[in-house]
């Protein structure tokens, strides 16, 4: 089934302040695992915050890993493959991605790196949405990615399936937990503010959503 909009802006509160650390690609599927922060029906903290996303019918990839900040504009652009992308994420990766969105994002940043691409593939699939990821490489560097996919899956640190809406479902506890003052063990150092601004849309609609 195609991502509903609630599901697109549901899957940017569960990826908020993700790790990212590793990424496959598979023919026209790509994998990308990520640690989350996520809480159960009872309200504790997932003791394995592994998840994968599993994005298929990909139609292509895109990578930019510059030798500089985010927003400079100046920064070469270093050729990478898909081994080369991997090995960066392993030895750097790991650091949170945050913004509140990420699937079939708007296109503001967009135009700063497309011209500057480090990987390229066409991968063969009908692509339809797109997923957006960066890791901030200790400040000496800067990696973007984009992918086009048609369906996304989600797999648990076992690698079972997870259905989508209970995955977004506990990215919101979650979220929920924090901004009512509730300690957390998998991020410690994240405070207890609301959302401001344009981020305020998606937090303001699932809290008004039973859970």
């Not at 708007?106 to 990987?119: G, K, Q």
């Not at 973007?144 to 369906?151: I, K, P, Y």
């Not at 150092?189 to 609609?205: N, Q, S, V, Y």
């Amino acid at each position: 089934m195609p991502l509903t909009a609630e599901q697109v802006d549901g899957l940017g509160v569960a990826l908020n302040e993700a790790s990212w650390h590793d990424l496959t690609v598979d023919g026209s599927t790509v994998a990308v695992l990520l640690t989350v922060l996520s809480r159960d029906d009872s309200g504790a903290e997932s003791p394995d915050p592994r998840r994968t996303l599993r994005l298929t019918g990909c139609s292509r990839l895109v990578a930019s890993y510059r030798a500089g900040r985010w927003d400079d504009d100046a920064a070469e652009a270093l050729p990478l493959d898909t081994a080369g992308l991997r090995e960066l994420l392993r030895r750097n990766g790991g650091t949170p991605i945050y913004g509140w969105d990420f699937v079939d994002a708007d296109e503001s940043n967009w135009p700063r790196w497309r011209e500057r691409l480090s990987l390229d593939l066409a991968l063969g699939g009908r692509g339809g949405h797109d997923l957006r990821l960066f890791q901030d490489l200790q400040g000496r560097a800067h990696l973007d990615l984009r992918v086009w996919f048609t369906d996304l899956a989600v797999l648990d640190g076992s690698g079972a399936p997870l259905a989508l809406d209970s995955f977004i479902a506990a990215g919101v506890r979650w979220w929920d937990a924090m901004y009512a003052g509730e300690r957390s063990d998998l991020a410690p150092g994240i405070t207890a503010l609301r959302p401001p601004g344009p981020e305020r849309r998606w937090w303001d609609r699932f809290r008004r959503t039973p859970r």
